[in-house]
Nanobody
């Protein structure tokens, strides 16, 4: 399984970005895909997850600002990030979980300037 992220970059506070993560390889119909972020000196933390059935879960800091969705026909998950804050600056990692195994992408940098 390989995960390829795209869509990171530099944006001003209050702006928006959309991240994409495409999975390839042997992908189960039943899996959970999600996004995690890691800022310098901090632990990796949950941003949002979505099951193959569409059930979502969000970290407290992004509720109401970020939206996760997926296209099962393309094995792709998206993260729409609105009202971005400087505190959102981090490397964002895509994760896929299937058969109790986690797969991670290489990460994409998101930088929010004040």
């Amino acid at each position: 399984v390989q995960l390829v992220e795209s869509g990171g970059g530099l944006v001003q506070a209050g702006g928006s970005l959309r991240l994409s993560c495409a999975a390839s390889g042997s992908i189960s119909r039943f899996n959970v895909m999600g996004w995690y972020c890691q800022a310098p000196g901090k632990q990796r933390e949950l941003v949002a997850t979505i099951t193959s059935g569409g059930r979502t879960n969000y970290g407290d800091s992004v509720k109401g600002r970020f939206t996760i969705n997926r296209d099962n026909t393309k094995n792709t998950v998206y993260l729409q990030m609105n009202s971005l804050k400087p505190d959102d600056t981090a490397v964002y990692y895509c994760k896929l979980t299937q058969y109790s195994t986690d797969y991670w992408g290489q990460g994409t940098q998101v930088t929010v300037s004040s």
